[in-house]
């Protein structure tokens, strides 16, 4: 990763094969993304009232704090508002929406000095998407919903993109996480116990990079890059909306970034709805993708970046 490419205007398959190779691209508001993060406010406002959501925690018991995220985050999932919001920058940011697929967008919080950084508000310690059964061609989505700054963002660990780190995803399937792990999360106030992958030897997180960018703006990144929540210092909660896609041309095609260390099992593209109409990927598109792509040798990872998307 060397670049971070802001407001560029290219074709889809050129963003892809930019975001592919470790690069970041970052999008000012749009009005859906301008859409999307005012829903957001309003869902987050109404489950926090009379409290303002960002410093909520310094007025509510913690327990109380994590059932209101509990309510208020399945809430935002699934609301018919959201999808149509992405599919709303899905078009105005130039994706093809027959063939780009999307799955559900999340609302993340993460509180200030260590309020609650567990279960409902995870704070996520370093890892790739692709350790968590993400596929190698999945694009990350991330807005802030309210302004952040350094001390409560979300960092890339840049280095770490061509540079494989000894981690816990071989014990991770997907299919298992979700019959097991999910459901539940509200319950992990003080400690979170469940099995996650992780990185299994120290880590040099800095020089790390954070991109500040105003509500609603828009940065993409690759499943494959390393990322994790800042400890959050900034005596605010940082409220976040996530979401993945993936384009179907490169499922088929098996395009998408150099696998350097992620050997976790299942797979998430059951979980994309197509652009259009939310059907969901096809079955017979899933074969290969329960296992990650074999681990790429330095020499391999070069001619892997080599391979253009044409
Ligand atoms: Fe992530």
């Known amino acids: 990763m060397n670049a971070i490419y802001v407001d560029i205007s290219l074709s889809d398959e050129k963003k892809r094969e930019l975001l592919f190779h470790g690069q970041l691209l970052v999008y000012s508001p749009t009005p859906s993304s301008l859409k999307f993060v005012e829903f957001a406010r309003s869902m987050a406002e109404?489950?926090?009232?009379?409290?303002?959501?960002?410093?909520?925690?310094?007025?509510?018991?913690?327990?109380?704090?994590?059932?209101?995220?509990?309510?208020?985050?399945?809430?935002?999932?699934?609301?018919?508002?959201?999808?149509?919001?992405?599919?709303?920058?899905?078009?105005?940011?130039?994706?093809?929406?027959?063939?780009?697929?999307?799955?559900?967008?999340?609302?993340?919080?993460?509180?200030?000095?260590?309020?609650?950084?567990?279960?409902?508000?995870?704070?996520?310690?370093?890892?790739?998407?692709?350790?968590?059964?993400?596929?190698?061609?999945?694009?990350?989505?991330?807005?802030?919903?309210?302004?952040?700054?350094?001390?409560?963002?979300?960092?890339?660990?840049?280095?770490?993109?061509?540079?494989?780190?000894?981690?816990?995803?071989?014990?991770?399937?997907?299919?298992?996480?979700?019959?097991?792990?999910?459901?539940?999360?509200?319950?992990?106030?003080?400690?979170?116990?469940?099995?996650?992958?992780?990185?299994?030897?120290?880590?040099?997180?800095?020089?790390?990079?954070?991109v500040i960018a105003p509500p609603g703006g828009v940065l993409l990144f690759s499943a494959a890059q390393m990322h994790s929540s800042v400890p959050n210092t900034s005596g605010r909660t940082r409220f976040s909306i996530d979401f993945r896609t993936i384009n179907i041309d490169d499922v088929i095609a098996r395009r998408g970034a150099p696998n350097v260390d992620s050997e976790c099992t299942g797979t998430t593209m059951g979980d994309y709805l197509r652009g259009t109409d939310l059907a969901h990927v096809p079955k017979e598109l899933f074969s290969g993708y329960e296992v990650q792509p074999p681990l790429a040798t330095p020499k391999e990872f070069e001619a892997l970046l080599a391979r253009s998307l044409g």
């Open 46 to 210: 109404a489950a926090f009232q009379p409290h303002d959501p960002e410093t909520a925690q310094y007025e509510l018991p913690v327990e109380r704090y994590a059932a209101i995220l509990a309510e208020l985050k399945p809430k935002f999932i699934h609301a018919p508002q959201s999808k149509e919001c992405i599919q709303g920058m899905l078009r105005e940011l130039g994706c093809d929406l027959e063939k780009t697929y999307f799955d559900v967008p999340r609302m993340r919080s993460s509180t200030s000095d260590d309020y609650l950084k567990t279960g409902i508000a995870y704070a996520f310690h370093p890892h790739r998407d692709t350790w968590y059964s993400a596929p190698m061609c999945q694009i990350n989505w991330w807005l802030p919903i309210y302004p952040v700054v350094p001390e409560n963002a979300m960092a890339f660990h840049p280095r770490y993109w061509c540079q494989g780190v000894r981690n816990g995803s071989a014990e991770y399937n997907y299919a298992e996480w979700n019959r097991t792990s999910r459901q539940n999360a509200a319950q992990f106030i003080k400690e979170d116990t469940r099995k996650q992958p992780k990185p299994e030897e120290p880590m040099e997180l800095d020089p790390q990079m954070c």
